[in-house]
């Protein structure tokens, strides 16, 4: 089924460990961003990439590395992990920008606890 | 920043009742999207709108863009217990925000049958 794959579903890590969560789609789109969902905060912006090669920081960018060397994939990297960075990681993909009416496709997200 | 306030945050209601979430900023915003998310998923986009004024109708869900572009409404008449869930409206700013979707609070939402 195409969409948007992210890899692990689970994840504990111990404070300073680092770790990648992948992300993947198959539809051939230009847009893709990270979030993190935390309780009563909604979805927050960690990076975005607006095509290959291309990246900019969100909202929430400190601690967090991205890259986008294909189309395909948008990597997050966690450099040394922290308490404060449990939550729940969505990565999504749209093929246009917002004001062409394309919204985003988001994977079933990464569950990531950090003790 | 732009912030993206909705209300109310949680919502219990019957089977058969209508509701009202609203999305509202003090920010302007090129386009405005509304998801919806089920436990244990990522949220799944229901509607985007784009013109001060717009409504759009997607069976019972009624989403409407305010004239000044800051602000937005979903009403869901006679509600069942496959609405709930959480809802989160989504703003799209101008020029290079536009690759910026800012997200609500959330507004959860449980129909009771």
């Known amino acids: 089924n195409a969409g948007v794959t992210q890899t692990p579903k689970f994840q504990v890590l111990k404070t300073g460990q680092s770790m990648t969560l992948q992300c993947a789609q198959d539809m051939n789109h230009e847009y893709m961003s990270w979030y993190r969902q935390d309780p009563g905060m909604g979805l927050r912006l960690i990076h975005y990439s607006v095509g290959a090669g291309i990246t900019d920081q969100g909202e929430v960018p400190n601690g967090y590395n991205v890259s986008r060397s294909t189309t395909e994939d948008f990597p997050l990297r966690l450099l040394s992990a922290a308490p404060s960075q449990t939550s729940v990681y969505f990565c999504?993909?749209?093929?246009?920008?917002?004001?062409?009416?394309?919204?985003?496709?988001f994977g079933s997200g990464t569950r990531l606890t950090v003790v | 920043t732009q912030l993206l306030e909705q209300s109310p945050q949680f919502l219990s209601i019957q089977e058969g009742e209508n509701l009202t979430v609203y999305c509202n900023s003090s920010s302007v915003f090129s386009s405005l999207q509304w998801y919806r998310q089920e436990p244990g998923e990522g949220p799944v986009l229901l509607v985007t709108?784009?013109?001060?004024?717009e409504v759009k109708k997607l069976k019972r869900l009624t989403f409407q863009f305010g004239d000044a572009r800051k602000d937005s409404s979903l009403h869901i008449t006679a509600a069942q217990p496959g609405d709930t869930g959480l809802y989160l409206c989504a703003g799209a700013g101008y020029g290079g925000a536009t690759n910026k979707l800012i997200f609500g609070t959330g507004t959860l939402l449980a129909v009771q049958p």
């Open positions: 999504a993909s749209s093929a246009r920008s917002y004001t062409d009416n394309y919204g985003y496709t």
């Open positions: 709108v784009v013109t001060g004024g």
